[in-house]
Structures are given as structure tokens and as C-alpha cells.
């Protein structure tokens, strides 16, 4: 990032920090590139400096020629389920294939792992699976109990007398934990000007709320970081996971009304759910993951086969038991969006973040395919297509920094 006189800006200079008007009035979101237009919008009024990331550079004439023809069978392949006819899907298909096509690595990673996950049709499945994942619809399952740091944070928050100060003291007995949070405050991400060494500041630059978010989103990541990788990449499910919450906080800027640090936790938690299938009920999970290949479904379809119920539908309840705000515990509980279901505007954005995150083949979270683009949730948070373009080079450069403190 490099602040800039808008009068030495270049075409191609990427925003990454909001522009306001002198009286405080949004003029341009975080990830809008630069044009000739944007930079006279800018001199026209009165902006004297910009913070952004430098100009991408020029590629050779002819060099892009679109996508390539592997992309192009794999697109219609992976969007078999979406109708083209849309001129809103339509928009995302071909932005998802310039995305494979100048990020061949994904492309690449993401069409092998699907084409391994989709071997297990093959795997036989067994008929007695173990009967411990009924107890997730009993109230005999012992859930998940996180660190004593969570439960003290959790009690500060639901203090009205807690301050930033507060939760800055006990975020500081663990040194892992206030490390990583200066590193990430201190990133691109939030674009805060001066550097941030203390989280008694961080706490005062961010909010109370967020920052106590954060510290309990990232308490719950290294919570299952030690899970075996025999069913699934735990690396590749966090990329995945991050992915989501960098869209939907992206997302926030071209919305109003909606909290954007709310979404980013929802977000990242959205699949903790499937974390405790895969951690306690391995077998069932496998099986689970072995149906879906063999018919051709999404996860979440042949998961209450095996557990009675979905990873969302679970998750919420670990929100709840560990005592994140209802607002995040729907988020989690609402990811998926069940057909018929009345979604509210950041539900819907989480929604919509993770459907996008999987279309990308941004990290893997246990998808074979690319469910249908449900219509309700994408009308429901009223923003253009054009937007999504600055939303996903946005995203691309989060993840690679954020892979240094997350994963």
C-alpha cells in the first residue's frame, strides 16, 4: 500500500481505503481501479491523497486471449446447475473464468481435488456406520469447550461496563493470540494509517465489538487447527473459509446497513459445523462425502443422512453454546439459505460470499459441486455485478497476506 497525491495517480492504482468527501459523504469503495475518470471525480473534488495498491502492470497485445478451452469445458461443467440465461449468472460465469484463467494454479488445484473428492463414489459405504452421530440431535453430546481466554472475553462483552481497555488486558495473557490480532489490524486490511502496537489502540481504532469478535474467531481457527487431515486439507478449508469472510466484508462496502465485521466472523465460522463432523465422526463423514460424489449433490443434501441434521444447522448450535451474538449464530445457521427461507440482508450476503468463494475454487470445504444461484438471496442484497469484479481482486490480495498470520 502507498498513500498518493491524486495529482501524481495513474491509471490502474487500486483503492484500498474508502474516499470520502470532505463533509463525510461516500465517493469510492475499497478496490475501485483507478481510470482517467475516477482520478478527475477525485481532483474534482478536492481530494488531495489516496491510499492504494500500485498499478497492475500492462500485459503484452494479444496476450489475453481468453479463456482456455480446459476452462471453458470445466465451466460448463461446474455452472451445469446455474441457469446462464440470467444476465446476472451469465456475469458471474464469466467472471469466474477470467478469475481460473489468470489464476491457473487454482484452476488447476481446484480442478484436481474435485476430480479426487469424486473418486470416493467408488468408496463402498459402509451399512452400520457408528450410532454416535445421533447424539447431535440429543442433548447428551458434550460440545466443544473452548480455552478459559474465550470464556473471559465472552463475560467482558456481555459486560456493559467493559471498555477497550478491558478486553485489550485479556487478550494480552495470551501472547499467540494478541500477536496474531496486532499482525492482522496492523495489515492492508484495515488500511489503518499509523501502526497499531498496543490492543488497547487496536480495540480504540476498531471498536470493542470488533475486536473481541476477532480475538473469538481466530480462538475458534486454532481450536481445530490440530484436526487430522485424513478426510479433508484443513489449510485448504480455512482458504476457503477466509475467502468467504473477506467477500462478505468486501461485499459491506457496496452496502448499507449491515456490519461488515460482523459478516467477516460470520463468515470465516460459517462451516464449524462440519469441522466437529469431520473431528468426532469421521466414518460418517466420509460417508457422507462418498454420497455426495455418487449422487451428484451438495454436501449439506446427504449430510442429515448420516447426522440428522446439517453442518449449519449444528454450527448454530456451537454459536450458541459458546455464546456468539444471535446475529452471528444466524449467519451461521443461514449459510446455505434452504429453499423457501426468508434471509435477511447480511444472511443473505454470507450466503452469497461462500457460494462465491466456491465457484472461485478458493480453498476446499467439502463441495463436489456448484449448487444453483438461489435468486432470493441475490435480490436481497440489491448490489450490481460491476461491483463484484473490485470485490474479488480485493479478496485475492487479502488472502495473500492473510495466509501469513492465519494459517
Known amino acids: 500500500m502507498q498513500t498518493v497525491n491524486v495529482f501524481k495517480a495513474i491509471p490502474g492504482m487500486i483503492l484500498v ?54 476452462v471453458t469445458a470445466f465451466m460448463a461443467r461446474w455452472f451445469s446447475d446455474n441457469n446462464l440465461a440470467k444476465p446476472h449468472v451469465r456475469q458471474i460465469h464469466d467472471l469466474c473464468g477470467e ?29 452400520n456406520l457408528s450410532a ?19 470464556t473471559e472475553i465472552t463475560a467482558a462483552v456481555n459486560d456493559p461496563k467493559c471498555s477497550g481497555k478491558d478486553i485489550a488486558e485479556i487478550v494480552s495473557k495470551d501472547t499467540s493470540l494478541s500477536a496474531t490480532l496486532l499482525k492482522i489490524v496492523n ?25 473481541s469478535d476477532l480475538a473469538m474467531g481466530i ?41 461488515g465485521e460482523r459478516l467477516f466472523i460470520g463468515g470465516l465460522l460459517h462451516d464449524i459445523g462440519r469441522l466437529v463432523f469431520f473431528s468426532h465422526f469421521p466414518e460418517a463423514a466420509a460417508a457422507a462425502l462418498s454420497k455426495a460424489a455418487k449422487l451428484k449433490l451438495s454436501l449439506d443434501k446427504t449430510e442429515p443422512l448420516f447426522f440428522q441434521l446439517t453442518h449449519a444447522e449444528f454450527g448454530s448450535r456451537l454459536a450458541e453454546h459458546w ?26 450476503v454470507v450466503y ?39 470485490v474479488i481482486r480485493q479478496t485475492d490480495r487479502q488472502l495473500k497476506e492473510a495466509v501469513r498470520f492465519f494459517l
Open 17 to 70: 481505503r474508502e474516499v470520502e468527501t470532505r463533509d463525510g459523504r461516500h465517493l469510492m469503495a475499497v478496490g475501485t481501479v483507478l481510470s482517467e475518470k475516477e482520478i478527475r471525480i477525485l481532483r474534482m473534488w478536492g481530494i488531495l491523497e489516496v491510499d492504494v495498491e500500485p498499478a497492475e502492470p500492462k500485459r503484452e497485445k494479444g496476450a489475453d486471449s481468453g479463456p482456455s478451452s480446459d
Open 99 to 127: 478469475w481460473f484463467t489468470s489464476n491457473p494454479e487454482v484452476f488447476s488445484t481446484h480442478r484436481a481435488r474435485l476430480a479426487a473428492f469424486s473418486a470416493r463414489k467408488k468408496d463402498p459405504i459402509p451399512e
Open 132 to 150: 454416535a452421530p445421533q447424539i447431535l440431535v440429543s442433548d447428551t453430546l458434550t460440545l466443544p469447550t473452548l480455552p478459559n481466554i474465550y
Open 187 to 211: 495489515s492492508a486490511f484495515y488500511g489503518i494509517c499509523e501502526k497499531v502496537d498496543s490492543l488497547h489502540y487496536a480495540a480504540m481504532a476498531l471498536g470493542t465489538r470488533q475486536i
Open 219 to 259: 480462538t475458534v481457527m486454532n481450536y481445530f487447527k490440530g484436526m487430522p487431515q485424513n478426510i479433508l486439507d484443513m489449510e485448504a478449508f480455512w482458504l476457503h473459509s477466509l475467502g468467504c469472510a473477506f467477500i462478505a466484508r468486501n461485499l459491506a462496502v457496496h452496502l448499507s446497513g449491515i456490519n
Open 323 to 348: 455464546q456468539f451474538s444471535p446475529e452471528i449464530t444466524a449467519l451461521i445457521e443461514h449459510h446455505h439459505a434452504s429453499d423457501g427461507q426468508d434471509l435477511g440482508k447480511e444472511e443473505a
Open 352 to 390: 452469497f460470499a461462500n457460494w462465491l468463494t466456491t465457484a472461485l475454487g478458493i480453498g476446499f470445504s467439502g463441495e463436489l459441486i456448484l449448487p444453483r444461484l438461489k435468486t432470493g438471496a441475490w435480490e436481497c442484497m440489491k448490489i450490481s455485478v460491476s461491483a463484484l469484479e473490485p
